[in-house]
Antibody, heavy 113, light 112 residues
């Protein structure tokens, strides 16, 4: 099982960014997937979940601004981040299924002017 | 949202000691299917978190048997018998019973 995030970077407040998580080593379409973030020096903060049937759940802090999606043909999970705020600055991890049994290495998103 | 309260926030141990971490939930974590979706993770410095325990007491593949999870309802405990150097880092509990899923605040295990 391997999960590799990409798409992070420095972005201005109010702008957008799209993160990707490329999955391999398992049948991606059969698993729900999560995004979790960790602000610098802080604890883990759950962000969003998408089921194998594409049902979604979001944390209140990102609801209406972030969108989780998946492309099973490409074995890829996405997180669209809109209307970014400084408090969204964090390492963003993708993780597999309800138990978060496998995690990616994370990708840094910095929101700053 | 479910609040998970971990105690202590930090724990100083001597190698070979036992360590115990508590995770208390603001609501029962038993799901309607009878399972309790309470997990434990360790984040070593500079690394991604790794799953240790799922469904309260089941060790994930490759996790040593010195890691023991227990509890029910709202009170859960992770015990580490005979702490080894590779056990140092921050431990988190996580619940996936109720939406949205939530993490505890973390417990830092360090050497005395």
């Amino acid at each position: 099982v391997q999960l590799v995030e990409s798409g992070g970077g420095l972005v201005q407040p109010g702008k957008s960014l799209k993160l990707s998580c490329s999955a391999s080593g398992f049948t991606f379409s059969s698993y729900g997937m999560h995004w979790i973030r960790q602000a610098p020096g802080k604890g883990l903060d759950w962000v969003a979940y998408i089921s194998s049937s594409s049902g979604t759940v979001y944390a209140d802090a990102v609801k209406g601004r972030f969108t989780i999606s998946r492309d099973n043909a490409k074995n890829t999970l996405y997180l669209q981040l809109n209307s970014l705020k400084s408090e969204d600055t964090a390492i963003y991890y993708c993780a597999r299924q309800w138990s978060l049994d496998y995690w990616g290495q994370g990708v840094m998103v910095t929101v700053s002017s | 949202d479910v609040v998970l309260t971990q105690t202590p926030v930090s724990l100083s141990v001597t190698l070979g000691d036992q360590a115990s971490i508590s995770c208390r939930s603001s609501q029962s974590l038993e799901y309607s299917d009878g399972y309790t979706y309470l997990e434990w993770y360790l984040q070593k410095p500079g690394q991604s978190p790794q799953l240790l325990i799922y469904e309260v007491s089941n060790r994930f593949s490759g996790v040593p048997d010195r890691f023991i999870g227990s509890g029910s309802g709202t009170d859960f405990t992770l015990k580490i018998s005979r702490v080894e150097p590779e056990d140092l880092g921050v431990y988190y509990c996580f619940q996936a019973t109720h939406d949205p899923p939530t993490f505890g605040g973390g417990t830092k295990l360090e050497l005395k």
